[in-house]
Nanobody, 132 residues
Framework: VQLVESGGGLVQAGGSLKVSCTVSGGSLDDNTITWFRRAPGKEREAVSC????????YFSSPVKGRFAITRDTAKSTVYLEMSNDLLVDTPIYYCTAAFIPYCSAHTVRGVRMFLPMEINYWGRGTQVPVSS
């Protein structure tokens, strides 16, 4: 399974951006997709997860209400749309896939986030720089 992220680019503070993750070598229906992000000098964090079987979506507490995750099974693509009114750094967003068909709740460094118990594949990431 290969994951390719795209759509990263310069975003103005207060604007929005949609990044995509295209899955090849495997079926989107067989993989739970989780988006992670890592900002410079910070730990990596899971921001959104979509269940394989039900399509139920989950968001970490910092992005809930501002991000949306959707999938297009025909295109084998999952999208993450972000409004970055609170974003002041330049994170890299990573797409991941897991065979486990559901997202589990975890509390990491005081932040509630959702991801599968095991990640099987990682994309290379796409950067979303923000201009002030």
């Amino acid at each position: 399974v290969q994951l390719v992220e795209s759509g990263g680019g310069l975003v103005q503070a207060g604007g929005s951006l949609k990044v995509s993750c295209t899955v090849s070598g495997g079926s989107l229906d067989d993989n739970t997709i989780t988006w992670f992000r890592r900002a410079p000098g910070k730990e990596r964090e899971a921001v959104s997860c979509i269940n394989t079987d039900s399509g139920t979506t989950y968001f970490s507490s910092p992005v809930k209400g501002r991000f949306a995750i959707t999938r297009d099974t025909a295109k084998s693509t999952v999208y993450l749309e972000m409004s970055n009114d609170l974003l002041v750094d330049t994170p890299i967003y990573y797409c991941t896939a897991a065979f486990i068909p559901y997202c589990s709740a975890h509390t990491v460094r005081g932040v509630r986030m959702f991801l599968p118990m095991e990640i099987n594949y990682w994309g290379r990431g796409t950067q979303v720089p923000v201009s002030s």
